[in-house]
């Protein structure tokens, strides 16, 4: 029988990328979603093509509202950062950033892991071509696995949880390339922090330009 | 200026109690209640009473949907234990262990703290008169903190949270008797795991019998 594991999936490159290398492993894999408030809630309806095109054992969206905690222009009317390029991206922890975001969606995974007798949860995060958020960095993700290995009744019983981050010291152009080379149709997916009406991408978020930088490293077109 | 707080009140006895010596500590109190698929809901109105008793700055209602990963007598239709007295509790972690209970309500404790820049969360935790809830336990919290502190921009900004857990090392006599000391009207609080329709209390779940054992211990009538 083969193991199961969690997938936090957003809908974007990533996790995208992280699914077919998680399936590529063999895992069965339980997929989960959250409608937090965010602005691009989008992404979801990319998180369902994904879950069917990739026939996924099961698919648990969680409605959590990350909006009641203010700060983010994520889950507010704060505007969205934008900028002519790339370059421009880095330095500060941009507004985007939600608090605590990666540590609620961890410990919601970590519940669902326990309750369908799973140790393995796969999370999209990387630290190279990112937005500098802190809860994206290896460190965090090691004291998260620390913490959830004394967290849970499992863990009393002997069983280790494992957070995989198989993308964490990757570029975006390394992602796209181990992505392509395992078949993923990254026209399922979508990375933009502030999609238009009917989910076109802005072009200009740091979500945009990096996903661009990817594709251009790659010299393919971006097909989403 | 007033230090703030972040509290995690869920209405019991513990909580309040923990509320009670916050306050006593100079804080201002923001309290945090969630709403998760309990069937003992009826706690969350004692926890507005005592919000507004204490004349509590802030109190926020989460819902998350806890009955999404099953497994839990607290979240389901799985029957709560029930005991003839308080010397039957022990051992294995029992049914009414909710996965990652705690995990998740303190990362949201952790979200609220960062978007109103408070570096302080207090939880009503004890690893003594308690069920034997891994997420309970001091390693636990310690582990918690530590994560705490690399996933947030407030930790790569300098600014340290501790979690508060006064009652990790009392005794249910002890806390009651805190509690009196400073005043805590335990009338208003519950404990109760199962309660009937009004919220009356079954009398014979965990809780209900750590409950009598504290105020039996104390020589005096519990009036709740």
Known sequence: ??????????????????????????????????????RHAHELEMAKRLVEKYKITEHKI????????????LTSTIPVPKHASV?????????????ARNTIFLSFA??????????????????????????????????FEAMANLATAMSVQGKKIKIH???????????????????????????????GENGQSCGHCDACLLRRKGFAENNIEDTA
């Open 165 to 195: 981050v198989p993308l964490i010291n990757m570029t975006k152009a390394e992602i796209i390339k181990k992505g392509l080379g395992l078949g993923v149709d990254y026209s399922l997916t979508t990375s933009c922090y502030d999609p």
């Open 87 to 99: 370059k421009e991206i880095g330095g500060e922890i941009p507004v985007t950033y939600v608090p």
């Open 62 to 73: 969680i409605k959590v509202d990350l909006a009641a905690f203010q700060g983010s222009a």
């Open 1 to 38: 029988m083969a193991k199961k594991a969690i997938l936090l999936l957003s809908g974007g490159l990533d996790s995208a990328t992280v699914l077919a290398i998680a399936q590529a492993e063999g895992y069965e894999m339980h997929a989960l979603s959250f409608l937090y408030g965010q």
């Open 110 to 143: 970590l519940a669902y892991a326990e309750s369908i007798a799973a140790c393995d949860i796969f999370i999209g995060v990387n630290a190279l071509d990112y937005s500098g958020y802190p809860d994206c960095r290896p460190e965090f993700i090691h004291a």
